[in-house]
């Protein structure tokens, strides 16, 4: 049976026909879709969770594969990097069953902080690195993963793209099998990584390496077409339907192994072409160690390090090295200008009142991972920073510590992002006598990536009813004395207290009490409001909130500004404009 | 269609129905035993942002993307949204407009505009444009909800798929209990020529 799936779903359900037991991951684009689709479809037969970060979704992952199920650990390329601590060492543990970490990287930073190329782990690590370049191989390579990661006991790092991960195409399923496997045996060699055992795995570790470069050879992984012996192009992934779409007379290596590289297959294949070219996206991955082993080739001169590749950039590449004439590309249309739709805190947010506060307050604004980030853009442009999970509380911290700036800094992270590593950070702002203050806008869900739950919001992944992490008893328990609640609807008190904490010579927290609008569920509001045109002056502080509901009306005034008008179909009667509207042209009226 | 394979890139603005409008394309292409692929991004809170679907079919789809000058037909959900990509649209194209306005919020800061005449300035671009208030005729039909079947309707002229097949997969794709409102709203859309 065929169905349209795209390469997340593909994964999950690869991961499933091949015997999977265990996944976990912490949400992230481009990756959040695979453990969702586990848990919707195959949670009967595979164990699917949320973990608390990507750290602890790894090491959980390895403690199931130890345990002897296969297992599967997913999250957002920069996720890789939190889990990098146990990646590293695990590498020279290797594996019980099956163990296969997903990195979805995201080219073109659709949905992120960076883009960096994480098929490089697989290199730092010394693990192999597996490539699907459509659905089909999403699933199919599960299997070729599992299978890997038990032949050479080794953990096998699945590298998914945007374009992979979202991209549907047809793929043909088939029927789940499951392999026996034994549970937790004990190894203290293989397992207790001391010196003197890790030593020795370190060695294995390096033996390994040549045992899959000799596998690589060999594997259909690794596929050639021969095609017009003129033009040879080495590519992987999505660069790979790029580069057949652009050349599709050439002849190709396609590798599915994206590492250890097969460099006897590329050497001959290198000799039978005249010109080698390697198409790749992000970093020179296989182009530099091809030219190391001495083969000449031709990469990233064409084809650029910045931004996913796609049909026109791979075309211009080969236009550009003389291989095809200038009119192989169509004839470039003028753009229109079309005024940008910047992705905007919803109708409602809770988080618009803490920044329209904080605005008012004037004060530095570190920032997280999450919508509230939103708030950096105009017209709220309340937050100063955004580095990684986590980094607001020692943001803030660093910034009184270095002495330099008369503003405080006030922290501002997400009930997610604070769970997910933002504990740590603020015990370390009290062990080292910081007084910032530390503001938990907690709406109950991880938002960004499209509602998911967390250890604080008392659901699981599979739908089962938990005890929730209490983030005040937290707060108290690393040690802050002063953790109020506020109503960030309410401007005058969020202000006020915001004010006298901001002022406080002490570590203080303050936690929000509102949910988000739209998950897990969309809320409905028993009133809204409408403006009151005769009313209206058009001064534009309604317009100064960023609420999408409120809109330029019409009717403008005397001197020619617009008036407002609030959208009834996208008001959630939060209020907001209400409370800054100093005309009172902004009325309540039943939805 | 170049290559045998066809190219409809689908834009709108997010809440709009975009994705399932491509969705249901991709399955009669499937249905049809086409090979078919689609691309999106679904990234940051994306309520009120650009949204394009990119879909593709024929005997061998390799790219996920369609590429510039390469769209044999763009249906836009939103009528600015279609001129931000009419660029796109290969010579003899054909683009398919819905003709509500979304303005967006960023106008209030007075930097921005939405764009003036674009009916216009599509319709001197493109010989091949249809501009249909699906808005209306959702509206008449009692449901606005069925913008986007009567848009696939309208799609339906200009890209050779059987019509059987396409009432099938809005059929069995539509919210439960919507199938047959939804394949009204599809012939509705279908009769305008």
């Given at each position: 049976?065929?169905?349209?799936l795209?390469?997340?779903e593909?994964?999950?359900?690869?991961?499933?026909?091949?015997g999977?037991?265990?996944?976990?991951?912490?949400?992230?684009?481009?990756?959040?879709?695979?453990?969702?689709?586990i848990?919707?479809?195959?949670?009967?037969?595979v164990?699917?969770?949320?973990?608390?970060?990507?750290?602890?979704?790894?090491?959980?992952?390895?403690?199931?594969?130890?345990?002897?199920?296969?297992?599967?650990?997913?999250?957002?390329?920069?996720?890789?990097?939190?889990?990098?601590?146990p990646?590293?060492?695990?590498?020279?543990?290797?594996?019980?069953?099956?163990?296969?970490?997903?990195s979805?990287?995201d080219?073109?930073?659709?949905?992120?902080?960076?883009?960096?190329?994480?098929?490089?782990?697989?290199?730092f690590?010394?693990?192999?690195v597996?490539?699907?370049?459509?659905?089909?191989?999403?699933?199919?390579?599960?299997?070729?993963a599992?299978?890997m990661?038990?032949?050479?006991?080794?953990?096998v790092?699945?590298?998914?793209?945007?374009?992979?991960s979202?991209?549907?195409?047809?793929?043909?399923?088939?029927?789940?099998?499951?392999?026996?496997?034994?549970?937790?045996?004990?190894?203290?060699?293989?397992?207790?990584?001391?010196?003197?055992?890790?030593?020795?795995?370190?060695?294995?570790?390096?033996?390994?390496?040549?045992?899959?470069?000799?596998?690589?050879?060999?594997?259909?992984?690794?596929?050639?077409?021969?095609?017009?012996?003129?033009?040879?192009?080495?590519?992987?992934?999505?660069?790979?339907?790029?580069?057949?779409?652009?050349?599709?007379?050439?002849?190709?290596?396609?590798?599915?192994?994206?590492?250890?590289?097969?460099?006897?297959?590329?050497?001959?294949?290198?000799?039978?072409?005249?010109?080698?070219?390697?198409?790749?996206?992000?970093?020179?991955?296989?182009?530099?160690?091809?030219?190391?082993?001495?083969?000449?080739?031709?990469?990233?001169?064409?084809?650029?390090?910045?931004?996913?590749?796609?049909?026109?950039?791979?075309?211009?590449?080969?236009?550009?090295?003389?291989?095809?004439?200038?009119s192989?590309?169509p004839?470039?249309?003028?753009?229109?200008?079309?005024?940008?739709?910047p992705?905007?805190?919803?109708?409602?947010c809770?988080?618009?009142?803490?920044?329209?506060?904080?605005?008012?307050?004037?004060?530095?604004?570190t920032?997280?991972?999450?919508?509230?980030?939103?708030?950096?853009?105009?017209?709220?442009?309340?937050?100063?920073?955004?580095?990684c999970?986590?980094?607001?509380?020692?943001?803030?911290?660093?910034?009184?510590?270095?002495?330099?700036?008369?503003?405080?800094?006030?922290?501002?992270?997400?009930?997610?992002?604070?769970l997910?590593?933002?504990?740590?950070?603020?015990?370390?702002?009290?062990?080292?006598?910081?007084?910032q203050?530390?503001?938990?806008?907690?709406?109950?869900i991880?938002?960004?990536?499209?509602?998911?739950?967390?250890?604080?919001?008392?659901?699981?992944?599979?739908?089962?009813?938990t005890?929730?992490?209490?983030?005040?008893?937290?707060?108290?328990?690393?040690?802050?004395?002063?953790?109020?609640?506020?109503?960030?609807?309410?401007?005058?008190?969020?202000?006020?207290?915001?004010k006298?904490?901001?002022?406080?010579?002490?570590?203080s927290?303050v936690?929000?009490?509102r949910?988000?609008?739209?998950?897990?569920?969309k809320?409905?509001?028993?009133?809204?409001?409408?403006?009151?045109?005769?009313?209206?002056?058009?001064?534009?502080?309604?317009?100064?909130?960023g609420?999408?509901?409120?809109?330029?009306?019409?009717?403008?005034?005397?001197?020619?500004?617009?008036?407002?008008?609030?959208?009834?179909?996208?008001?959630?009667?939060?209020?907001?404009?209400?409370?800054?509207?100093?005309?009172e042209?902004?009325?309540?009226?039943e939805? | 269609?170049?290559?045998?394979?066809?190219?409809?890139?689908?834009?709108?603005?997010?809440?709009?129905?975009?994705?399932?409008?491509?969705?249901?394309?991709?399955e009669?292409?499937?249905?049809?035993?086409?090979?078919?692929?689609?691309?999106?991004?679904?990234?940051?809170?994306?309520?009120?942002?650009?949204?394009?679907?990119?879909?593709?079919?024929?005997?061998?789809?390799?790219?996920?993307?369609?590429?510039?000058?390469?769209?044999?037909?763009?249906?836009?959900?939103?009528?600015?949204?279609?001129?931000?990509?009419v660029?796109?649209?290969?010579?003899?194209?054909?683009?398919?407009?819905?003709?509500?306005?979304?303005?967006?919020?960023?106008?209030?800061?007075?930097?921005?505009?939405?764009?003036?005449?674009?009916?216009?300035?599509i319709?001197?671009?493109?010989?091949?444009?249809?501009?249909?208030?699906?808005?209306a005729?959702?509206?008449?039909?009692?449901?606005?909800?069925?913008?986007?079947?009567?848009l696939?309707?309208?799609?339906?002229?200009?890209?050779?798929?059987?019509?059987?097949?396409?009432?099938?997969?809005?059929?069995?794709?539509?919210?439960?209990?919507?199938?047959?409102?939804?394949?009204?709203?599809?012939?509705?859309?279908?009769?305008?020529?």
């Open positions: 049976m065929e169905m349209l795209s390469g997340n593909a994964v999950a359900r690869g991961m499933y026909e091949h999977g037991e265990f996944a976990s991951a912490y949400p992230g684009t481009p990756s959040t879709e695979i453990l969702q689709t848990a919707r479809f195959f949670k009967a037969d164990y699917a969770e949320w973990s608390i970060n990507e750290k602890v979704a790894l090491e959980a992952a390895v403690g199931a594969s130890y345990g002897g199920a296969r297992s599967l650990a997913a999250m957002k390329h920069v996720g890789v990097n939190v889990a990098a601590d990646l590293m060492t695990l590498s020279y543990t290797g594996v019980g069953a099956g163990l296969i970490l997903v979805a990287d080219p073109s930073l659709h949905s992120s902080q960076n883009e960096q190329d994480n098929r490089c782990y697989g290199k690590a010394s693990i192999p597996l490539e699907p370049a459509n659905s089909q191989e999403s699933l199919d390579m599960m299997k070729d599992f299978e990661s038990e032949k050479f006991d080794t953990p790092l699945f590298r998914m793209t945007t374009r992979i979202h991209s549907k195409g047809l793929v043909k399923i088939g029927e789940r099998r499951v392999n026996d496997h034994a549970g937790f045996e004990k190894n203290i060699a293989k397992y207790v990584m001391v010196p003197s055992n890790a030593s020795v795995r370190h060695k294995i570790v390096i033996e390994r390496l040549e045992a899959l470069k000799a596998f690589a050879e060999t594997t259909p992984l690794n596929k050639v077409e021969m095609g017009d012996r003129t033009i040879g192009i080495i590519t992987g992934s999505v660069a790979y339907q790029y580069a057949k779409e652009v050349m599709p007379g050439a002849s190709f290596l396609k590798l599915g192994l994206g590492y250890p590289l097969p460099m006897k297959k590329i050497t001959d294949f290198a000799r039978q072409v005249e010109r080698l070219f390697v198409v790749e996206e992000l970093e020179p991955f296989y182009e530099e160690q091809i030219l190391a082993a001495g083969i000449p080739c031709e990469g990233k001169k064409w084809f650029s390090n910045f931004m996913e590749l796609n049909v026109e950039r791979v075309r211009e590449g080969f236009i550009a090295a003389g291989v095809l004439p200038k192989a590309a004839a470039k249309q003028a753009e229109e200008k079309v005024l940008p739709r992705p905007v805190l919803c109708p409602g809770p988080h618009r009142g803490v920044s329209m506060a904080l605005k008012k307050i004037g004060v530095i604004v920032g997280d991972i999450g919508c509230y980030t939103l708030s950096a853009l105009p017209p709220l442009e309340t937050v100063d920073t955004c580095l999970m986590g980094a607001s509380i020692s943001h803030a911290f660093g910034i009184e510590k270095a002495k330099k700036t008369k503003k405080k800094a006030v922290a501002m992270i997400g009930d997610s992002t604070f997910h590593s933002g504990i740590t950070a603020l015990a370390n702002v009290v062990y080292n006598r910081g007084t203050l530390t503001i938990i806008v907690d709406n109950r991880t938002a960004m990536t499209g509602g998911q739950d967390h250890p604080g919001t008392s659901k699981t992944l599979m739908g089962e009813k005890n929730a992490v209490d983030l005040e008893a937290i707060c108290r328990a690393v040690g802050v004395e002063h953790v109020r609640k506020i109503d960030p609807y309410d401007q005058e008190e969020t202000i006020k207290i915001l006298e904490e901001v002022d406080r010579p002490a570590a927290v936690i929000t009490t949910p988000c609008m739209l998950f897990p569920s809320i409905k509001t028993e009133r809204i409001f409408h403006v009151v045109l005769e009313k209206c002056t058009a001064c534009g502080a309604c317009f100064r909130i609420c999408p509901a409120i809109s330029a009306a019409e009717e403008k005034n005397e001197k020619g500004r617009p008036k407002a008008l609030i959208d009834p179909e996208l008001c959630t009667g939060c209020s907001l404009c209400f409370q800054v509207c100093s005309s042209a902004i009325e309540e009226v939805n | 269609m170049k290559n045998g394979t066809t190219n409809v890139l689908i834009v709108g603005v997010g809440g709009q129905g975009v994705l399932l409008a491509s969705e249901m394309l991709c009669v292409a499937k249905v049809l035993g086409l090979d078919t692929k689609k691309s999106e991004v679904h990234g940051m809170s994306q309520r009120g942002g650009v949204v394009t679907s990119h879909v593709r079919f024929g005997k061998k789809v390799y790219s996920p993307l369609i590429a510039e000058g390469e769209a044999d037909v763009i249906l836009g959900f939103e009528i600015a949204e279609a001129l931000r990509w660029h796109y649209l290969r010579p003899g194209g054909t683009i398919i407009v819905n003709e509500q306005k979304m303005i967006p919020p960023i106008t209030t800061t007075g930097k921005f505009s939405y764009p003036e005449k674009v009916e216009e300035t319709q001197k671009r493109v010989p091949k444009t249809t501009i249909i208030d699906a808005y005729i959702a509206q008449k039909l009692g449901n606005t909800r069925l913008v986007n079947t009567i696939l309707g309208v799609l339906s002229n200009a890209i050779d798929l059987e019509e059987e097949k396409w009432l099938q997969v809005i059929e069995r794709m539509a919210p439960k209990g919507t199938g047959e409102i939804n394949k009204k709203a599809f012939l509705e859309g279908r009769a305008i020529k």
